[in-house]
């Protein structure tokens, strides 16, 4: 479960809020918006170098998307590294795991980024 289940409609569909109150499945058209502004829709087009962290207790954004994300990016051959942090939820603030992260961020930085 997430603490923010409303989040496709109000970010992908864009209509601002969400009536819990009266709860519709979405449609195809709307599954299909989804869809498109989904990363992995556009995967082909990924060519970026790629860090990416997951809080393995994250219920904002499920880490098996990260996971599968990670994957895909690695099969089109694009740099990619996963950072797996067990103990955090989607904000990676545990101070070991914050200060890995941040060690990391900055040697991926020095490793893609040109002078």
């Avoid at 219920?59 to 590294?81: D, F, M, N, W």
């Amino acid at each position: 479960a997430t603490d923010i289940p409303d989040w496709c409609y109000i970010e992908a569909l864009g209509i601002g809020h969400y009536n819990f109150s009266d709860f519709l499945t979405p449609t195809k058209k709307e599954l299909d918006t989804m869809w498109e502004k989904s990363p992995i829709a556009h995967i082909e087009n990924a060519t970026a170098p790629t860090l990416i962290g997951l809080g393995m207790r994250d219920r904002r954004v499920p880490p098996s998307q990260g996971i599968e994300y990670y994957h895909a990016l690695r099969s089109k051959k694009v740099p990619t590294k996963l950072l797996v942090y067990e103990d955090c939820d989607h904000a990676i603030d545990g101070v070991a795991s914050e200060a890995d992260f941040w060690i990391n961020t900055k040697k991926w930085f020095d490793e893609h980024l040109r002078p």
